[in-house]
């Protein structure tokens, strides 16, 4: 994914910032990979650039360049960073994210309303970072907080409430939303990333 958007800014007449050192890499960071399998609606990236003009019309020109299946949906500008401004990464601040389960195909219905019900006797979850948001006949949402690293995997949650591979494999699963932590906040409450105040810390 990451080649893909740097090839895009290229195709799109953009000009990234680059990294420093030895193999200089256009600066692109996203919020949190996708696992293996897992389709995604609201992904979140930041990219550096020096030729940036108007955020509606980066959106057109990169999705013109994008292929089949990839979209921007949404752009918001940040300023430029200054001198002895602390960078805070997107990865930084990730807090969780929202997935929507669905059956993958015809008779897989069973192996969603099992998931839902493990959910319903455990409560929160294995790990206590599990939220069903809604149930439904087709569809469960869920969110899965970041409590520390590693905690936030869909396919190992999954795994601890009884679905072995091949019942992953009988549902469709994707991600509608990423959620961050505000910086500095006492709370640590969870919102989107664009309700963030992404200004630099001195």
């Known amino acids: 994914v990451m080649q893909i958007f740097e090839r895009a800014l290229l195709r799109a ?3 990234s910032e680059f990294t420093q050192g030895y193999n200089p890499k256009p600066r692109i960071e996203f919020a949190q990979p996708l696992s293996l399998g897992i389709a995604g609606e609201a992904e979140i990236a930041l990219a550096e650039l020096r030729d940036f003009d108007e955020e509606d019309r980066f959106a057109a020109d990169l999705n013109g360049a994008l292929p089949e299946g990839l979209e921007v949906s949404r752009v918001r500008f ?3 960073y200054q001198i002895g401004q602390k960078k805070r990464s997107l990865m930084s601040m990730y807090r969780g994210s929202e997935y929507r389960i669905e059956p993958s195909g015809e008779g897989d219905e069973t192996v969603l309303s099992g998931l839902a019900e493990r959910l319903g006797k455990r409560g929160e979850g294995a790990a206590g970072n599990v939220h069903l948001l809604h149930r439904g006949s087709d569809r469960l949402v869920l969110r899965i907080d970041q409590m520390e690293k590693r905690t936030g995997n869909i396919h190992k949650i999954l795994t601890s409430l009884g679905l072995d591979e091949e019942d992953r494999s009988r549902l469709a699963i994707t991600r509608t939303r990423i959620l961050a ?8 409450a969870a919102v989107s990333y ?3 105040d992404l200004g630099c810390s001195s």
């Open 13 to 15: 007449g953009y000009r």
């Open 194 to 196: 664009f309700d963030l």
């Open 78 to 80: 940040l300023p430029t």
């Open 181 to 188: 932590a505000r910086p500095d906040a006492a709370d640590r």
